[in-house]
């Protein structure tokens, strides 16, 4: 098909969520390239919001993904299923939890930890149902996780919303101390806020929020479904502030394409479900626990967190060093970066770079979201920036 014919289906059958979308259809993706409809092939800075882990096309994922769609996709949990205790054991020797458990998203994650989080009191008799959270968050599309994230937004058409969250600014200390009473449930934070903008939490915010969980008997919630799985030069981003949330939820990343969900919790809390208390039809199944498998292996054993953590390092410097009056502010760590511009300019920057052939998100009008695979390479990086410099230019 042209592209023309299938964004005229797209537009005929599609329900408009998406409105205009970026006129490009991609057919074919290798490592950081991709490849559309017209065979114009494209620097992927995006990998389909911070989830192309690997790259596209990452040969051991396509044999590994080959042999399990050729046993088997998909069986249900009523019975075991070998790639998803495995990665169940990688992530918990990996990381401060000691269970995890799988979903296919990342509302659906967030979904997961906030009904744990409540089992976890009301197994003990406790009246605590409020859940803190920040503004200019973003936790899912989920009617629960819409009411968890902290911007009128994508809460307003659906009023009334799932009650008992309460949204503060981020790094705002004594908000924070206000907020919590003894309802209060958890504390749900991103440690550096993805879809807003790219806006890393303060020390000593992140440091209050695990002192007051602990003082107050409330659970800290990390929202780990952006940053996680190697995106920041470390498996979880909790591991950059020193602490470890009582509860912490992934997905993009950690799929490496295929739809997958998670969340990991202490025994303490992992142990407030007991049979029958949540549930799922797909996730965890074979394939998606598969591709988690190898995403896992790869970043672990095979090299490739050591890698993120220096290409991260490396595109945080290039760009500190970039010269534009035109930049305000540049954010983030490891390989999720965000660069602000003193004007409304991040959409025309956006597409400059695509006429370039670079794939970039623009957050609002003013963020450019960078948020490439974790194979990408110094050489890749040095190019993007010459580009985005006589952009800019
Ligand atoms: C993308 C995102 C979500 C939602 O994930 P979906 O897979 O789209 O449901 C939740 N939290 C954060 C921090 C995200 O970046």
Known sequence: MTFEEIKALDQKYYMNTFGERTPLCFVKGEGINLTDVNGETYKDFFAGIAVSSLGHG???????????????????????IESQARLAQMLVENTCADRVFFANTGAEANEGAIKLAKKYFSNQGKEKYKIVTLKNSFHGRTLATVAATGQEKYQKPYRP??????????????????????????????????????????REFVDLAVRLCKERDMLLIVDEVQTGVGRTGKLFAYEQYGIEPDIFTMAKGLGGGVPIGAFGAKERVASAFVPGDHGTT??????????GCVVMDELVNHGLLDHAAEAGTYFGRKLLELQSDKIAEIRGVG????????????????????????????????????VPPLVVTDEDIDTFIENLEEVLK
């Open 161 to 202: 919303l799932l009650e008992k969250f309460v949204h503060i600014e981020a790094n705002d200390c004594a908000a924070l101390e206000n907020a919590v009473d003894d309802q209060t449930a958890a504390i749900m934070i991103e440690l550096i806020q993805g879809e807003s903008g790219v806006h890393p939490m303060n």
């Open 282 to 291: 797909f996730g965890g199944n074979p394939l998606s626990t598969r591709a």
């Open 58 to 80: 990452h040969p051991r994922m396509v044999r590994e993904l080959k042999e399990q769609v050729e046993n088997l996709l998909h069986v249900s949990n009523v019975y075991y």
């Open 335 to 370: 390989l999720m970066r965000g660069v602000e511009f003193k004007e409304e300019i991040a959409k025309d920057v956006a597409a400059a770079m695509m006429e370039r052939h670079y794939l970039v998100g623009a957050v609002g009008t003013r963020v450019l979201r960078l």
